[in-house]
């Protein structure tokens, strides 16, 4: 089974006529939507499917029923998406032993960046971490550890960050910056 490349002169995200549920539960029913380039935010109460919706274009999963298109390609086990999409999810995602640092380094790691030293210093810097950077994550506060997760997303300069509740934690400055 061959992989549909990613094209990025594409519609950066695209839900046609999307569903997924867990069981019997449906988390997403029929929906259909094109996000283009800028901000877009999804409002709704908890339990309506936002989080859902965000893994599917991720590739964390794939839909019951539908289609995800990430610039033109499906994102489920599609490693090509991994190069252009970042997803920072609302869970606590972070090991406690790491360092900051240590973790988005890995991260660009994982990714192929060419300098992952350089990519996760700018990374830190961009969020305001650079001070911190080689502390252990276990000792920061709940909005350290979200500017961490979003220092780990940014590290690859994506083309199409997913953010599921971004702001958690974070102090009116840091969320203006």
Do not use: C
Not at 9 to 38: C, I, K, M, R
Not at 54 to 63: D, I, R, S, Y
Not at 167 to 173: T, V
């Amino acid at each position: 089974m061959s992989v549909p490349s990613v094209s990025l002169g594409a519609t950066p995200l695209v839900f046609d006529h999307v569903s997924h549920w867990y069981g019997e539960v449906v988390a997403v029913n029929d929906v259909t939507a094109e996000v283009q380039a800028g901000i877009t935010g999804l409002l709704g109460p908890n339990g309506a499917g936002k989080t859902t919706l965000l893994q599917l274009a991720a590739g964390l999963m794939g839909p019951s029923g539908g289609a995800v298109r990430v610039f033109g390609a499906s994102p489920v086990r599609n490693p090509e998406i991994f190069r252009h999409v970042a997803l920072v999810p609302e869970r606590e995602a972070l090991p406690g032993m790491l360092s900051a640092r240590a973790f988005v380094e890995a991260r660009a790691t994982l990714l192929g960046l060419r300098d992952p030293r350089a990519a996760a210093r700018a990374a830190l810097e961009m969020v305001e971490m650079d001070t911190v950077a080689d502390r252990a994550v276990s000792g920061f506060s709940k909005g350290m550890r979200q500017r961490t997760k979003l220092a780990a997303a940014l590290v690859q300069q994506p083309r199409l960050v997913l953010l599921d509740e971004p702001f958690n934690g974070l102090d009116p400055r840091q969320r203006l910056h």
